[in-house]
């Protein structure tokens, strides 16, 4: 099988690419801009693997991404290439409709192209992953309400209103011509190699900095967290064996408060590295204006991907929060070049991606 993974120097395309090629069976082609999110260090592990490849391309090239399809004789994309902060789409909204939405599109484009000219038995084997966000689904009241795959549409944030926007034109490049699609939707992502911008990897940075831990308003913004890997297990299982034209919702039944999932580094914190003054690090907690249009609850019903495809998260959010303080404790080389690097923006650098 020949894969290929828009985004894959980010952080979740990063650890399908590291998953997918740590089967020699599959060939992976890593197409990546390299934006301010793009990382080759995140790929370092697989870079000399005979089946990984990196290309540094734009998917809104789509003649360059048409002949690359046709030269690697890929069998599957998994676009995960996206614009992703949402405090970013609100400082500057455009270059997430320039690649979420118009790049989604020429992408399209050079599939469907390539997807016709395949002979069977390729044609037949061919698919279109399209990864997506709960985002789009808008928000739930705190006390109620779970997003299944036929929750309407209701995105509140310029980020969600792309990807959203994004959805629909995959699918209807499948109604309208036939492509052969797959789609899912997830909820917040957490792990290693995650950019120091989001929310917990900030958090764990700037405890070690003895820096304020930022919260946006009062913390009460209920987030479902979902270890990078189980993820990317995920990914690969809808790519591979997802019905045609179908959909499907990720989560890791890990409902948390912001203000929880910061108290709960600062406890693992506390453990791992106590720090020097002998006080807790939670007492580093800081309350930060609220962001605009700041969603209040996003809960993920996964039930469909469980029951079709069976799976299910290895790690519980304690478990996989202990792994990613763990290996920030364990990796300064991929994080600190990066925390060198000023952000630009005010609401920047609170952290808090959805
Ligand atoms: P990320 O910002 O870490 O990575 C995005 C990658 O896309 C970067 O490597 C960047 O260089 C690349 N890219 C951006 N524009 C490009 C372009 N025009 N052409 C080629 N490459 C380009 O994002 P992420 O958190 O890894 O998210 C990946 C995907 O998963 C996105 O589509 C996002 O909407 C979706 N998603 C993310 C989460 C989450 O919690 N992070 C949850 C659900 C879904």
């Not at 020699?24 to 080759?40: C, E, F, R």
């Not at 996206?82 to 500057?92: K, L, N, T």
């Not at 469909?304 to 929060?321: A, H, V, Y």
Request: one cysteine or more.
């Amino acid at each position: 099988m020949n894969f290929l993974v828009t985004g894959g120097a980010g952080f979740i395309g990063s650890a399908v690419c590291r998953h997918l090629a740590a089967d020699p069976q599959k060939n992976v082609l890593n197409l990546d801009k390299l934006t301010y999110a793009g990382n080759l260090a995140s790929l370092r592990q697989i870079e000399n693997f005979p089946n990984y490849s990196f290309l540094q391309a734009d998917i809104c090239d789509d003649s360059l991404i048409l002949q690359t399809l046709r030269d690697r004789e890929i069998d599957i994309i998994m676009h995960l290439a996206a614009e992703s902060h949402v405090d970013r789409s609100i400082d500057g909204p455009a270059a997430f409709i320039e690649t979420n939405i118009i790049g989604t599109f020429r992408l399209l484009n050079a599939a469907l192209a390539y997807w016709r000219e395949l002979p069977e038995p390729r044609k037949s084997r061919f698919r279109f992953h399209h990864v997506s966000t709960d985002e789009v689904f808008g928000d739930l009241p705190f006390d109620s309400g779970i997003f299944t795959e036929e929750t309407p549409y209701k995105p509140s944030s310029p980020y969600s209103a792309s990807k959203a926007a994004s959805d629909h034109l995959v699918r209807a490049w499948h109604e309208t011509y036939g492509l052969p699609v797959v789609l899912s939707n997830c909820s917040n992502n957490y792990g290693p190699y995650h950019f120091p911008e989001k929310l917990i990897p900030l958090v764990i940075l700037n405890a070690l900095d003895e820096k304020p831990l930022p919260i946006y308003g009062t913390g009460a913004n209920v987030r479902d967290w979902l270890f990078v890997e189980d993820h990317a297990r995920a990914l690969e299982l809808v790519a591979t064996r997802g019905a045609i034209g179908e959909s499907y919702n990720i989560g890791g039944h890990s409902e948390r408060t912001n203000l929880d999932v910061v108290k709960q580094i600062c406890a693992i914190l506390d453990k791992k590295r106590p720090r020097n003054n002998g006080k807790p690090y939670s007492e580093l907690i800081t309350f930060v204006t609220d962001r605009p249009g700041h969603d209040r609850r996003y809960a993920i019903d996964a039930s469909k991907i469980e029951r079709e495809l069976g799976w299910k998260p290895q790690e519980t959010f304690q478990t996989g929060l202990e792994k990613t303080v763990q290996w920030y404790l364990d990796n300064e080389w991929w994080w600190q070049p990066i925390r060198n690097k000023t952000y630009a923006g005010d609401r920047l650098g609170t952290g808090q991606t959805a």
